[in-house]
Protein backbone atom coordinates (compact mmCIF):
# COMPACT_ATOMS: atom_id res chain seq x y z
CA UNK A 1 0.00 0.00 0.00
CA UNK A 2 1.21 3.69 -0.77
CA UNK A 3 0.88 6.80 1.94
CA UNK A 4 -2.11 8.35 -0.13
CA UNK A 5 -3.96 4.74 0.67
CA UNK A 6 -3.30 5.06 4.18
CA UNK A 7 -4.08 9.05 3.84
CA UNK A 8 -7.59 8.50 2.08
CA UNK A 9 -8.34 5.94 4.55
CA UNK A 10 -7.41 7.84 8.08
CA UNK A 11 -9.05 10.87 6.22
CA UNK A 12 -12.33 8.97 5.80
CA UNK A 13 -12.38 7.77 9.54
CA UNK A 14 -11.59 10.86 11.23
CA UNK A 15 -13.93 13.25 9.69
CA UNK A 16 -16.80 10.21 9.90
CA UNK A 17 -15.53 9.52 13.33
CA UNK A 18 -15.91 14.03 14.12
CA UNK A 19 -19.39 13.60 13.43
CA UNK A 20 -20.63 10.67 15.42
CA UNK A 21 -20.97 12.46 18.50
CA UNK A 22 -23.23 15.78 17.47
CA UNK A 23 -25.39 13.59 14.41
CA UNK A 24 -25.79 11.07 17.32
CA UNK A 25 -27.03 13.33 20.03
CA UNK A 26 -29.54 14.95 17.61
CA UNK A 27 -31.00 11.31 16.64
CA UNK A 28 -31.10 10.55 20.65
CA UNK A 29 -33.32 14.05 20.85
CA UNK A 30 -35.39 12.99 17.47
CA UNK A 31 -36.40 9.88 19.22
CA UNK A 32 -36.87 11.27 23.05
CA UNK A 33 -39.58 10.33 24.85
CA UNK A 34 -39.87 14.12 26.45
CA UNK A 35 -40.42 16.88 24.37
CA UNK A 36 -37.03 18.83 23.51
CA UNK A 37 -36.15 21.92 21.38
CA UNK A 38 -35.16 19.78 18.32
CA UNK A 39 -39.29 18.17 18.08
CA UNK A 40 -40.94 21.06 19.40
CA UNK A 41 -39.03 22.59 16.55
CA UNK A 42 -41.14 20.71 14.02
CA UNK A 43 -44.20 19.56 16.82
CA UNK A 44 -46.50 21.88 14.47
CA UNK A 45 -45.95 19.98 11.05
CA UNK A 46 -46.17 16.60 13.36
CA UNK A 47 -49.37 17.27 13.98
CA UNK A 48 -50.71 17.89 10.64
CA UNK A 49 -49.19 14.82 9.16
CA UNK A 50 -50.60 12.60 12.39
CA UNK A 51 -54.03 14.56 11.96
CA UNK A 52 -54.17 13.97 8.00
CA UNK A 53 -53.37 10.49 8.62
CA UNK A 54 -55.76 9.56 11.84
CA UNK A 55 -52.79 9.25 13.76
CA UNK A 56 -53.37 9.96 17.71
CA UNK A 57 -49.33 10.29 18.51
CA UNK A 58 -49.81 9.32 21.89
CA UNK A 59 -50.69 5.89 21.78
CA UNK A 60 -48.67 2.88 22.92
CA UNK A 61 -48.06 0.11 20.92
CA UNK A 62 -46.91 -3.31 22.01
CA UNK A 63 -44.31 -5.68 19.55
CA UNK A 64 -47.39 -7.42 18.26
CA UNK A 65 -49.28 -4.57 16.80
CA UNK A 66 -45.78 -2.52 16.19
CA UNK A 67 -44.55 -5.05 13.79
CA UNK A 68 -47.99 -5.84 12.50
CA UNK A 69 -47.97 -1.86 11.61
CA UNK A 70 -44.39 -2.60 9.88
CA UNK A 71 -45.40 -5.85 8.06
CA UNK A 72 -48.82 -3.73 6.70
CA UNK A 73 -46.73 -0.76 6.05
CA UNK A 74 -43.91 -2.31 4.32
CA UNK A 75 -46.32 -4.28 2.15
CA UNK A 76 -48.61 -1.84 1.14
CA UNK A 77 -45.17 0.29 -0.78
CA UNK A 78 -44.27 -2.85 -2.37
CA UNK A 79 -47.43 -3.37 -4.09
CA UNK A 80 -47.20 0.67 -5.10
CA UNK A 81 -43.93 -0.12 -6.16
CA UNK A 82 -45.39 -2.82 -8.40
CA UNK A 83 -48.25 -1.98 -9.63
CA UNK A 84 -46.30 1.63 -10.67
CA UNK A 85 -43.67 -0.55 -12.80
CA UNK A 86 -47.05 -2.49 -14.38
CA UNK A 87 -48.10 0.77 -15.65
CA UNK A 88 -45.71 2.95 -16.45
CA UNK A 89 -46.23 3.33 -20.05
CA UNK A 90 -49.48 4.96 -19.01
CA UNK A 91 -48.47 7.22 -16.70
CA UNK A 92 -46.94 10.76 -16.89
CA UNK A 93 -43.28 11.90 -16.64
CA UNK A 94 -42.13 9.21 -19.17
CA UNK A 95 -40.44 11.47 -21.80
CA UNK A 96 -39.21 8.25 -23.45
CA UNK A 97 -42.03 6.42 -23.12
CA UNK A 98 -41.06 3.10 -21.61
CA UNK A 99 -42.66 0.30 -21.22
CA UNK A 100 -44.07 -1.99 -18.28
CA UNK A 101 -41.62 -4.04 -16.46
CA UNK A 102 -42.29 -7.29 -17.01
CA UNK A 103 -44.06 -9.40 -13.80
CA UNK A 104 -41.00 -11.45 -12.17
CA UNK A 105 -38.48 -8.29 -12.43
CA UNK A 106 -41.05 -5.54 -11.24
CA UNK A 107 -42.01 -8.40 -8.37
CA UNK A 108 -38.02 -8.47 -7.62
CA UNK A 109 -37.46 -4.84 -7.52
CA UNK A 110 -40.42 -4.39 -5.51
CA UNK A 111 -39.76 -6.22 -2.91
CA UNK A 112 -36.08 -5.38 -3.35
CA UNK A 113 -36.57 -1.81 -2.37
CA UNK A 114 -39.33 -2.71 0.37
CA UNK A 115 -36.41 -4.99 2.06
CA UNK A 116 -33.79 -1.53 1.49
CA UNK A 117 -31.54 -4.14 -0.50
CA UNK A 118 -31.92 -2.19 -3.70
CA UNK A 119 -31.03 -5.34 -5.82
CA UNK A 120 -31.27 -4.53 -9.50
CA UNK A 121 -31.56 -6.44 -12.42
CA UNK A 122 -32.58 -3.89 -14.72
CA UNK A 123 -30.63 -0.46 -16.00
CA UNK A 124 -32.59 1.85 -14.79
CA UNK A 125 -32.23 4.62 -17.63
CA UNK A 126 -33.65 2.04 -20.20
CA UNK A 127 -36.23 0.95 -17.89
CA UNK A 128 -37.88 2.86 -15.43
CA UNK A 129 -40.09 6.23 -16.05
CA UNK A 130 -39.08 9.37 -14.28
CA UNK A 131 -42.31 8.91 -12.23
CA UNK A 132 -41.86 5.25 -11.18
CA UNK A 133 -37.96 6.43 -9.93
CA UNK A 134 -39.74 9.11 -7.99
CA UNK A 135 -42.34 8.54 -6.84
CA UNK A 136 -41.85 4.69 -6.22
CA UNK A 137 -37.96 3.80 -5.82
CA UNK A 138 -36.76 7.17 -4.29
CA UNK A 139 -39.65 7.07 -2.15
CA UNK A 140 -38.81 3.56 -0.66
CA UNK A 141 -35.06 4.66 -0.48
CA UNK A 142 -36.74 6.80 2.51
CA UNK A 143 -39.67 4.14 4.04
CA UNK A 144 -37.31 1.06 3.66
CA UNK A 145 -34.52 3.32 6.04
CA UNK A 146 -37.41 4.94 8.48
CA UNK A 147 -38.63 1.58 8.89
CA UNK A 148 -35.17 0.08 9.88
CA UNK A 149 -34.11 2.72 12.34
CA UNK A 150 -38.09 2.66 13.78
CA UNK A 151 -37.09 -1.09 14.26
CA UNK A 152 -34.10 0.01 15.93
CA UNK A 153 -35.79 2.53 18.21
CA UNK A 154 -38.22 0.12 19.62
CA UNK A 155 -35.69 -2.66 20.31
CA UNK A 156 -33.81 0.13 22.32
CA UNK A 157 -36.92 0.82 24.06
CA UNK A 158 -36.79 -2.85 24.98
CA UNK A 159 -33.62 -2.26 26.62
CA UNK A 160 -34.56 1.32 28.78
CA UNK A 161 -38.44 0.44 29.77
CA UNK A 162 -39.03 -1.45 32.86
CA UNK A 163 -42.16 -3.50 33.60
CA UNK A 164 -43.99 -1.91 30.24
CA UNK A 165 -45.88 -3.33 27.71
CA UNK A 166 -45.12 -1.42 24.67
CA UNK A 167 -42.17 -0.49 22.37
CA UNK A 168 -43.20 2.67 21.04
CA UNK A 169 -45.68 4.30 18.30
CA UNK A 170 -44.88 2.80 14.66
CA UNK A 171 -46.17 5.80 13.03
CA UNK A 172 -44.71 8.44 15.33
CA UNK A 173 -41.15 6.82 14.84
CA UNK A 174 -41.42 6.31 11.32
CA UNK A 175 -42.68 10.23 10.98
CA UNK A 176 -39.77 11.49 13.21
CA UNK A 177 -37.18 9.60 11.01
CA UNK A 178 -38.74 10.70 7.97
CA UNK A 179 -39.24 14.60 9.38
CA UNK A 180 -36.62 15.20 11.08
CA UNK A 181 -33.18 13.11 9.90
CA UNK A 182 -33.72 11.52 6.23
CA UNK A 183 -35.49 14.76 4.55
CA UNK A 184 -33.09 17.42 6.14
CA UNK A 185 -29.91 15.32 5.40
CA UNK A 186 -30.93 14.65 2.16
CA UNK A 187 -31.44 17.45 1.00
CA UNK A 188 -28.18 18.90 2.22
CA UNK A 189 -26.48 15.87 0.68
CA UNK A 190 -28.02 16.46 -2.78
CA UNK A 191 -27.08 20.36 -2.67
CA UNK A 192 -23.45 19.04 -2.00
CA UNK A 193 -23.82 16.35 -5.14
CA UNK A 194 -25.34 19.18 -7.56
CA UNK A 195 -22.38 21.59 -6.87
CA UNK A 196 -20.44 19.04 -8.35
CA UNK A 197 -22.00 17.96 -11.59
CA UNK A 198 -24.82 15.54 -10.26
CA UNK A 199 -27.87 16.09 -13.05
CA UNK A 200 -31.45 16.83 -11.95
CA UNK A 201 -33.49 17.23 -14.68
CA UNK A 202 -36.85 16.55 -15.88
CA UNK A 203 -35.76 16.60 -19.68
CA UNK A 204 -36.03 13.94 -22.15
CA UNK A 205 -32.82 12.44 -23.31
CA UNK A 206 -30.27 14.87 -25.32
CA UNK A 207 -29.06 13.18 -28.64
CA UNK A 208 -25.39 14.18 -28.94
CA UNK A 209 -22.56 13.85 -32.12
CA UNK A 210 -19.86 11.39 -30.99
CA UNK A 211 -15.96 12.46 -31.99
CA UNK A 212 -16.38 9.65 -34.19
CA UNK A 213 -19.31 11.48 -35.87
CA UNK A 214 -21.92 9.31 -34.66
CA UNK A 215 -24.80 9.70 -32.61
CA UNK A 216 -25.31 9.15 -28.68
CA UNK A 217 -28.02 9.22 -26.11
CA UNK A 218 -27.10 11.02 -23.47
CA UNK A 219 -29.74 10.17 -20.20
CA UNK A 220 -31.16 12.41 -17.89
CA UNK A 221 -33.43 12.95 -15.04
CA UNK A 222 -34.30 14.00 -11.25
CA UNK A 223 -30.78 12.10 -10.51
CA UNK A 224 -29.48 14.07 -7.27
CA UNK A 225 -32.24 14.37 -5.05
CA UNK A 226 -32.61 10.07 -5.31
CA UNK A 227 -28.62 9.76 -5.04
CA UNK A 228 -28.76 11.48 -1.78
CA UNK A 229 -30.97 9.10 0.00
CA UNK A 230 -30.02 6.39 -1.65
CA UNK A 231 -26.63 6.73 0.06
CA UNK A 232 -27.66 8.81 3.31
CA UNK A 233 -30.65 5.02 3.70
CA UNK A 234 -27.74 2.63 2.95
CA UNK A 235 -30.09 2.04 -0.39
CA UNK A 236 -27.78 1.64 -2.97
CA UNK A 237 -30.20 1.35 -5.89
CA UNK A 238 -28.63 3.89 -9.08
CA UNK A 239 -30.20 5.74 -11.02
CA UNK A 240 -29.09 4.45 -14.14
CA UNK A 241 -26.99 1.41 -14.38
CA UNK A 242 -23.50 2.15 -13.58
CA UNK A 243 -24.49 3.49 -10.29
CA UNK A 244 -22.09 5.28 -8.70
CA UNK A 245 -19.02 4.47 -11.32
CA UNK A 246 -22.07 6.82 -13.66
CA UNK A 247 -20.48 10.21 -14.06
CA UNK A 248 -23.82 11.38 -13.70
CA UNK A 249 -24.10 10.24 -10.26
CA UNK A 250 -21.07 10.41 -9.27
CA UNK A 251 -18.62 12.95 -10.89
CA UNK A 252 -15.86 14.04 -8.79
CA UNK A 253 -13.15 12.82 -6.34
CA UNK A 254 -14.91 15.22 -3.87
CA UNK A 255 -18.78 13.72 -4.47
CA UNK A 256 -17.01 10.38 -3.96
CA UNK A 257 -16.14 10.99 -0.29
CA UNK A 258 -19.34 12.70 0.34
CA UNK A 259 -21.43 9.79 -0.67
CA UNK A 260 -19.06 7.37 1.13
CA UNK A 261 -19.55 9.55 4.08
CA UNK A 262 -23.14 9.53 3.66
CA UNK A 263 -23.01 5.55 3.70
CA UNK A 264 -21.63 5.05 6.84
CA UNK A 265 -23.17 8.38 8.82
CA UNK A 266 -26.19 7.62 10.31
CA UNK A 267 -24.97 3.86 10.89
CA UNK A 268 -22.44 4.86 12.72
CA UNK A 269 -24.10 8.04 14.66
CA UNK A 270 -26.98 5.53 15.77
CA UNK A 271 -24.10 3.82 17.75
CA UNK A 272 -23.72 7.01 19.95
CA UNK A 273 -28.31 7.77 19.58
CA UNK A 274 -28.20 4.14 21.04
CA UNK A 275 -25.34 5.30 24.29
CA UNK A 276 -27.46 8.11 24.83
CA UNK A 277 -30.61 6.20 24.96
CA UNK A 278 -29.57 3.39 27.31
CA UNK A 279 -28.13 6.40 29.66
CA UNK A 280 -24.35 4.92 29.16
CA UNK A 281 -22.58 6.31 25.99
CA UNK A 282 -19.84 3.87 26.92
CA UNK A 283 -21.99 1.27 25.71
CA UNK A 284 -22.26 2.58 21.95
CA UNK A 285 -18.67 3.45 21.76
CA UNK A 286 -18.45 -0.45 22.69
CA UNK A 287 -20.24 -1.14 19.74
CA UNK A 288 -18.61 1.19 17.35
CA UNK A 289 -15.41 -0.06 18.76
CA UNK A 290 -16.54 -3.44 17.51
CA UNK A 291 -17.80 -2.24 14.51
CA UNK A 292 -14.26 -0.95 13.20
CA UNK A 293 -12.10 -3.58 14.93
CA UNK A 294 -13.52 -5.97 12.16
CA UNK A 295 -14.20 -2.77 9.12
CA UNK A 296 -10.53 -1.41 9.23
CA UNK A 297 -8.32 -4.75 8.96
CA UNK A 298 -10.46 -5.68 5.99
CA UNK A 299 -10.29 -2.88 4.33
CA UNK A 300 -6.93 -1.98 4.36
CA UNK A 301 -6.59 -5.90 3.32
CA UNK A 302 -8.92 -5.02 0.10
CA UNK A 303 -7.24 -2.35 -0.72
CA UNK A 304 -3.74 -3.74 -0.11
CA UNK A 305 -4.69 -6.75 -2.68
CA UNK A 306 -5.73 -4.23 -5.27
CA UNK A 307 -2.88 -2.14 -5.16
CA UNK A 308 -0.41 -5.44 -5.36
CA UNK A 309 -2.73 -5.91 -8.41
CA UNK A 310 -2.66 -8.55 -10.75
CA UNK A 311 -0.30 -11.62 -10.18
CA UNK A 312 -0.31 -12.69 -13.59
CA UNK A 313 0.46 -9.43 -15.30
CA UNK A 314 4.18 -9.28 -13.20
CA UNK A 315 5.72 -11.40 -15.86
CA UNK A 316 4.82 -9.40 -18.53
CA UNK A 317 5.92 -5.71 -19.67
CA UNK A 318 3.01 -4.22 -17.43
CA UNK A 319 4.11 -1.22 -15.26
CA UNK A 320 1.88 -1.96 -12.24
CA UNK A 321 3.93 0.59 -9.74
CA UNK A 322 1.94 3.46 -8.35
CA UNK A 323 3.17 6.53 -9.10
CA UNK A 324 2.22 10.30 -9.91
CA UNK A 325 1.27 9.43 -13.38
CA UNK A 326 -0.89 6.47 -12.52
CA UNK A 327 -2.73 4.71 -9.51
CA UNK A 328 -0.50 1.20 -10.33
CA UNK A 329 -2.11 -2.09 -9.34
CA UNK A 330 -5.23 -3.40 -10.38
CA UNK A 331 -6.83 -1.02 -12.33
CA UNK A 332 -9.47 -3.41 -14.45
CA UNK A 333 -13.31 -2.11 -14.00
CA UNK A 334 -12.27 1.14 -11.81
CA UNK A 335 -12.52 4.55 -13.08
CA UNK A 336 -9.56 6.32 -13.53
CA UNK A 337 -11.00 9.40 -11.48
CA UNK A 338 -11.26 7.61 -8.25
CA UNK A 339 -8.40 5.27 -8.88
CA UNK A 340 -7.36 1.57 -6.31
CA UNK A 341 -8.18 3.53 -3.00
CA UNK A 342 -11.57 5.13 -3.47
CA UNK A 343 -12.65 2.09 -5.02
CA UNK A 344 -11.61 -0.14 -2.61
CA UNK A 345 -12.37 1.79 -0.03
CA UNK A 346 -15.97 2.16 -1.25
CA UNK A 347 -16.45 -1.15 -2.15
CA UNK A 348 -15.76 -1.96 1.42
CA UNK A 349 -17.91 0.68 3.02
CA UNK A 350 -21.12 0.01 0.35
CA UNK A 351 -20.64 -4.32 1.82
CA UNK A 352 -19.76 -3.13 5.27
CA UNK A 353 -22.98 -1.13 5.41
CA UNK A 354 -25.74 -3.18 3.47
CA UNK A 355 -26.00 -0.36 0.76
CA UNK A 356 -24.82 -2.02 -2.35
CA UNK A 357 -24.33 1.54 -4.10
CA UNK A 358 -20.63 0.60 -6.07
CA UNK A 359 -17.99 3.01 -8.23
CA UNK A 360 -16.31 0.00 -9.14
CA UNK A 361 -17.12 -3.47 -10.95
CA UNK A 362 -16.73 -5.97 -8.18
CA UNK A 363 -16.23 -8.45 -10.28
CA UNK A 364 -12.99 -7.04 -11.43
CA UNK A 365 -11.45 -7.33 -7.79
CA UNK A 366 -8.79 -9.66 -7.68
CA UNK A 367 -9.55 -12.99 -5.62
CA UNK A 368 -8.21 -11.62 -2.29
CA UNK A 369 -9.98 -8.33 -2.62
CA UNK A 370 -13.19 -9.66 -3.91
CA UNK A 371 -13.44 -11.90 -0.24
CA UNK A 372 -13.64 -9.37 1.64
CA UNK A 373 -16.77 -7.17 0.21
CA UNK A 374 -18.49 -11.15 0.12
CA UNK A 375 -17.26 -11.87 3.78
CA UNK A 376 -18.57 -8.37 4.81
CA UNK A 377 -21.86 -9.37 3.51
CA UNK A 378 -21.78 -13.11 5.31
CA UNK A 379 -20.58 -11.17 8.49
CA UNK A 380 -24.64 -10.86 8.98
CA UNK A 381 -24.47 -6.69 7.64
CA UNK A 382 -23.79 -5.77 11.17
CA UNK A 383 -20.34 -4.16 10.68
CA UNK A 384 -22.49 -0.52 10.86
CA UNK A 385 -25.31 -1.94 8.23
CA UNK A 386 -27.71 -0.93 7.10
CA UNK A 387 -29.22 2.28 8.79
CA UNK A 388 -31.07 0.77 12.08
CA UNK A 389 -31.12 -2.69 10.89
CA UNK A 390 -27.41 -2.76 11.38
CA UNK A 391 -27.38 -2.01 15.16
CA UNK A 392 -30.12 -4.07 16.35
CA UNK A 393 -28.52 -6.57 14.10
CA UNK A 394 -25.52 -5.91 16.19
CA UNK A 395 -27.51 -6.02 19.42
CA UNK A 396 -28.54 -9.72 18.42
CA UNK A 397 -24.69 -10.66 18.29
CA UNK A 398 -24.33 -8.46 21.60
CA UNK A 399 -27.01 -10.91 23.11
CA UNK A 400 -25.32 -13.91 21.88
CA UNK A 401 -22.28 -12.81 23.46
CA UNK A 402 -23.33 -11.60 26.97
CA UNK A 403 -25.29 -15.41 26.57
CA UNK A 404 -21.89 -17.21 25.89
CA UNK A 405 -20.26 -15.22 28.67
CA UNK A 406 -22.68 -16.34 30.90
CA UNK A 407 -22.39 -19.88 30.15
CA UNK A 408 -18.73 -19.36 31.05
CA UNK A 409 -19.36 -18.27 34.24
CA UNK A 410 -22.01 -20.04 35.55
CA UNK A 411 -24.73 -17.04 35.39
CA UNK A 412 -27.39 -16.16 34.17
CA UNK A 413 -26.52 -13.48 31.67
CA UNK A 414 -27.28 -10.00 31.34
CA UNK A 415 -27.30 -7.16 29.15
CA UNK A 416 -27.88 -3.44 30.19
CA UNK A 417 -29.30 -4.43 33.39
CA UNK A 418 -31.81 -6.88 31.51
CA UNK A 419 -31.77 -10.99 32.35
CA UNK A 420 -31.04 -12.35 29.03
CA UNK A 421 -33.27 -16.21 29.11
CA UNK A 422 -34.79 -18.55 26.72
CA UNK A 423 -37.17 -16.30 24.95
CA UNK A 424 -34.32 -13.69 24.26
CA UNK A 425 -31.80 -16.28 23.43
CA UNK A 426 -34.03 -17.75 20.53
CA UNK A 427 -35.16 -14.68 18.98
CA UNK A 428 -31.66 -13.36 18.86
CA UNK A 429 -30.69 -16.67 17.53
CA UNK A 430 -33.67 -16.43 14.66
CA UNK A 431 -32.09 -12.65 14.48
CA UNK A 432 -27.93 -14.36 13.49
CA UNK A 433 -28.83 -17.35 11.56
CA UNK A 434 -31.87 -16.70 9.33
CA UNK A 435 -29.50 -15.05 6.46
CA UNK A 436 -26.46 -17.56 7.35
CA UNK A 437 -29.66 -20.36 6.30
CA UNK A 438 -30.92 -18.02 3.30
CA UNK A 439 -27.73 -17.92 1.88
CA UNK A 440 -26.38 -21.84 2.11
CA UNK A 441 -29.69 -23.20 0.86
CA UNK A 442 -30.29 -20.51 -1.63
CA UNK A 443 -27.07 -21.38 -3.22
CA UNK A 444 -27.42 -24.69 -3.54
CA UNK A 445 -30.62 -24.61 -5.07
CA UNK A 446 -29.02 -22.08 -7.95
CA UNK A 447 -26.14 -24.60 -8.12
CA UNK A 448 -28.64 -27.92 -8.65
CA UNK A 449 -30.66 -25.79 -11.20
CA UNK A 450 -30.43 -25.75 -14.80
CA UNK A 451 -31.97 -22.05 -14.70
CA UNK A 452 -29.43 -21.12 -12.20
CA UNK A 453 -26.44 -22.08 -13.88
CA UNK A 454 -27.96 -20.93 -17.16
CA UNK A 455 -26.77 -16.88 -15.65
CA UNK A 456 -23.39 -17.62 -15.36
CA UNK A 457 -21.15 -15.98 -17.58
CA UNK A 458 -17.93 -17.67 -16.21
CA UNK A 459 -17.60 -21.35 -15.99
CA UNK A 460 -15.74 -22.38 -12.81
CA UNK A 461 -14.59 -21.00 -9.64
CA UNK A 462 -15.40 -17.75 -10.50
CA UNK A 463 -18.77 -18.53 -11.98
CA UNK A 464 -19.48 -20.25 -8.62
CA UNK A 465 -18.37 -17.19 -7.07
CA UNK A 466 -20.81 -14.57 -8.49
CA UNK A 467 -23.74 -17.36 -7.81
CA UNK A 468 -22.85 -17.33 -3.91
CA UNK A 469 -22.17 -13.22 -4.28
CA UNK A 470 -25.42 -12.79 -5.32
CA UNK A 471 -27.61 -14.90 -3.07
CA UNK A 472 -25.60 -13.54 -0.12
CA UNK A 473 -26.47 -9.97 -1.10
CA UNK A 474 -29.69 -11.25 -1.60
CA UNK A 475 -29.78 -12.94 1.69
CA UNK A 476 -28.22 -9.75 3.65
CA UNK A 477 -29.99 -6.94 2.12
CA UNK A 478 -26.92 -5.76 0.33
CA UNK A 479 -27.56 -4.97 -3.09
CA UNK A 480 -24.55 -5.40 -4.72
CA UNK A 481 -23.46 -7.79 -7.49
CA UNK A 482 -20.11 -9.57 -9.09
CA UNK A 483 -22.13 -8.43 -11.92
CA UNK A 484 -21.03 -10.99 -14.55
CA UNK A 485 -24.24 -13.49 -13.61
CA UNK A 486 -27.68 -12.58 -15.85
CA UNK A 487 -29.91 -12.30 -13.21
CA UNK A 488 -32.87 -10.78 -14.82
CA UNK A 489 -34.55 -14.36 -15.69
CA UNK A 490 -37.90 -15.64 -13.88
CA UNK A 491 -36.05 -18.04 -12.08
CA UNK A 492 -33.08 -15.46 -10.17
CA UNK A 493 -35.93 -12.58 -9.83
CA UNK A 494 -38.04 -15.33 -7.90
CA UNK A 495 -35.16 -16.95 -5.75
CA UNK A 496 -33.86 -13.55 -4.78
CA UNK A 497 -36.52 -11.76 -4.01
CA UNK A 498 -37.73 -14.52 -1.74
CA UNK A 499 -34.17 -14.21 0.22
CA UNK A 500 -34.88 -10.47 0.11
CA UNK A 501 -38.09 -10.79 1.81
CA UNK A 502 -37.39 -13.24 4.23
CA UNK A 503 -33.84 -11.39 5.23
CA UNK A 504 -35.68 -8.20 5.61
CA UNK A 505 -39.02 -8.86 8.08
CA UNK A 506 -38.59 -11.82 9.74
CA UNK A 507 -35.39 -10.80 11.36
CA UNK A 508 -36.96 -7.14 12.20
CA UNK A 509 -40.10 -9.32 13.89
CA UNK A 510 -37.81 -11.22 16.20
CA UNK A 511 -35.88 -8.27 16.93
CA UNK A 512 -39.12 -6.77 17.93
CA UNK A 513 -40.37 -10.12 19.89
CA UNK A 514 -37.31 -9.89 21.70
CA UNK A 515 -37.64 -6.18 22.61
CA UNK A 516 -40.95 -6.68 23.70
CA UNK A 517 -39.55 -9.16 26.32
CA UNK A 518 -37.56 -7.27 27.35
CA UNK A 519 -39.56 -4.30 28.38
CA UNK A 520 -41.67 -6.34 30.19
CA UNK A 521 -38.87 -7.16 32.40
CA UNK A 522 -37.48 -5.55 35.98
CA UNK A 523 -34.16 -3.67 35.35
CA UNK A 524 -31.49 -5.84 37.28
CA UNK A 525 -28.87 -3.93 39.31
CA UNK A 526 -25.32 -4.82 38.33
CA UNK A 527 -23.22 -7.77 40.48
CA UNK A 528 -19.62 -9.43 40.48
CA UNK A 529 -21.10 -11.94 38.17
CA UNK A 530 -22.16 -8.80 35.88
CA UNK A 531 -20.08 -8.43 32.90
CA UNK A 532 -19.17 -5.27 31.96
CA UNK A 533 -19.94 -4.25 28.28
CA UNK A 534 -17.93 -1.46 27.48
CA UNK A 535 -14.53 -2.86 27.77
CA UNK A 536 -12.25 -4.03 25.09
CA UNK A 537 -12.44 -7.39 27.13
CA UNK A 538 -16.01 -7.19 25.69
CA UNK A 539 -15.37 -5.69 22.10
CA UNK A 540 -12.72 -8.72 21.81
CA UNK A 541 -15.71 -10.97 22.26
CA UNK A 542 -18.37 -9.40 20.86
CA UNK A 543 -16.19 -9.02 17.28
CA UNK A 544 -14.64 -12.95 18.03
CA UNK A 545 -18.81 -13.81 17.68
CA UNK A 546 -19.57 -11.90 14.45
CA UNK A 547 -16.34 -13.64 13.00
CA UNK A 548 -17.40 -17.07 14.17
CA UNK A 549 -21.08 -16.84 13.01
CA UNK A 550 -19.78 -15.21 9.66
CA UNK A 551 -18.08 -18.54 9.45
CA UNK A 552 -21.23 -20.45 9.15
CA UNK A 553 -22.06 -18.82 5.86
CA UNK A 554 -19.00 -18.63 4.27
CA UNK A 555 -17.38 -21.96 5.13
CA UNK A 556 -20.66 -24.43 4.06
CA UNK A 557 -20.85 -22.32 1.19
CA UNK A 558 -18.13 -22.66 0.03
CA UNK A 559 -17.69 -26.53 0.76
CA UNK A 560 -21.52 -27.06 -0.55
CA UNK A 561 -21.69 -25.46 -3.39
CA UNK A 562 -18.82 -26.87 -5.64
CA UNK A 563 -19.92 -30.37 -4.23
CA UNK A 564 -23.60 -30.57 -5.32
CA UNK A 565 -22.12 -28.51 -8.45
CA UNK A 566 -19.50 -31.41 -9.14
CA UNK A 567 -22.69 -34.06 -8.41
CA UNK A 568 -24.95 -32.47 -10.46
CA UNK A 569 -23.15 -32.76 -13.57
CA UNK A 570 -21.81 -36.58 -13.21
CA UNK A 571 -25.49 -37.47 -13.08
CA UNK A 572 -26.74 -34.74 -15.33
CA UNK A 573 -29.63 -33.98 -12.74
Given at each position: ??????????????????????????????????????????????R???????????????????A??????????????Y????????????????????????????????????????????A???????????????????????V????????????????????V???????????P???????L????????????????????H???????????????????????????????????????????????????L????L???????????????????????????????????????????????????????????????K????????????????????????????????????????????????????V??????????????????????????????????A????????????????????????????A???????????????M??????????????F?????????????????????????????????????????????????????P?????????????G???????????????????????
Amino acid sequence: MTANDFFQIGLFLAVLLALVKPVGQYMALVFADAPNRVTRFGARAERVLYRLAGIRADEDMGWKRYALAMLVFNVAGLLVVYLLQRTQQWLPLNPQHLGAITPDSAMNTAISFASNTNWQGYAGESAMSYLTQMLGLAVQNFLSAATGIAVLVAVVRGFTRRGARAVGNFWVDMTRTTLYVLVPFSIVIALLLISQGVVQSFSPYVDAATLQHGAQQIPLGPVASQEAIKMLGTNGGGFFNANSAHPFENPTPFSNFVEMLSIFLIPAALCYTFGSMVGDRRQGWAILATMLLIFVPLTVGLVAAEQAGNPALHGLAVDAQASAMQSGGNMEGKETRFGIVSSGLFAAITTAASCGAVNAMHDSLTPLGGLVPMWLMQLGEVIFGGVGSGLYGMLAFAVVAVFIAGLMVGRTPEYLGKKIEAHEMKMASLAVLIPCALVVIGTAIAVMSPAGKEGVANPGAHGFSEMLYAVTSAANNNGSAFAGLSANTPFWNVLLGICMFLARFPLAIAMLAMAGSLAAKRHVPPSAGTLPTHTPLFVTLLACVVIVVGALTFLPALALGPIVEHLTAATGH
